[in-house]
């Protein structure tokens, strides 16, 4: 075989990979913008059940976002939104040879067409401004693929280096989507394990008195920080009285992760006498509680919770 048709059968294999390469970003990118508030194991849950709302208003959501949740939050939407479309401006050239109008086109058609799947699924808000956002990040690909393109002369170096750039590229983004948002590539349910749930039965968790932290005890007086459940709150101390009528169970919680998902958790409950509890409150000093209280000064019922955290 000449050398003419060895370039040949490199070109078409680096042909075939780059389009290889185009397909799973193309699933990851469905996955993260289409089907990003549902887990892969259940993928169409939500397919009907949200709301279908449609901003045609150029930046009234952003700067909404802005005025509600942040600069640094807003920014890093308006990130994720470039980001997310940054390759579709280089593969576009790349595997179908497109120039820079056919390659905006297909992208606002790709781009609107998400947003329409999106309305009619009630899956997602559909936003002119991921359009806008999406298009811009598509031209920046695009300004970096020709940028490339006109320093490197030889093609097939130039398209080596392309797809080079694009698996690094693409490592970069899976690596922050998997710190960031994890949950996106979660494919089971969280695995739940209880031991001695025997014990908790009964309870009824909508008559829960109070949740937070004990703060300590001295007996038979037990000081609980109340839970805040929003920042308006102001953080409460309340004491109640715990004595030999007291049931006390602990909840010894272990939580496996794999970044920032719970991908299993072991719940363990044992009880605890009166005297056992005595010599070691320190030891739970500050650890969450949920109480019931029949008259809101004698705990009835206390649960101790303790987290370990596995990674």
Known sequence: MGEKGVNTKKERMLS?????????????????????????????AMIGHGQRVL????????????????????????????????PMGIFIPLIMNKGFKQTIVIVIGISVSIEVVQYILAI????????ILNTVGAIVGWSVFQYIKGKIKRTFIFRVVIVGMMIVFGFVGIFAILTTETRLFQITPKKVTVTNPELID????????????????NAP???I???IQNQNQIRQTIKMELDQETRII???????????????????????????????????????????????????TII????????
């Open 124 to 131: 997602g808000i559909s936003d002119i401004d991921d359009v």
């Open 225 to 227: 920080e109340k839970a």
């Open 304 to 311: 101790i919770i303790k987290h370990d955290k596995i990674t």
């Open 202 to 217: 009964g309870l009824n968790y909508g008559s829960i008195y109070v949740t937070g932290k004990l703060m300590g005890f």
């Open 16 to 44: 075939t990979f780059a389009w290889v390469i185009f397909i799973v970003y193309l699933l990851v990118l469905v996955r993260i913008v289409l089907f990003k508030d549902t887990q892969i194991y259940n993928l169409f």
């Open 221 to 223: 007086e037990l000081t």
């Open 250 to 300: 602990l909840e010894h919680v272990e939580s496996t992760y794999f970044f920032d998902i719970i991908t299993s958790e072991k719940y363990m409950y044992s009880s605890l006498t009166y005297d056992e509890f005595l010599p070691a409150t320190e030891s739970f000093n500050r650890i969450n509680v949920t109480i019931w209280s029949a008259d809101g000064k004698h705990v009835d």
């Open 55 to 86: 901003n045609i208003i150029p930046f009234a959501s952003t700067f909404e976002m802005m005025r509600t949740i942040g600069l640094l939050h807003n920014l890093q939407n308006i990130a994720g939104n470039l980001a997310v479309f940054f």
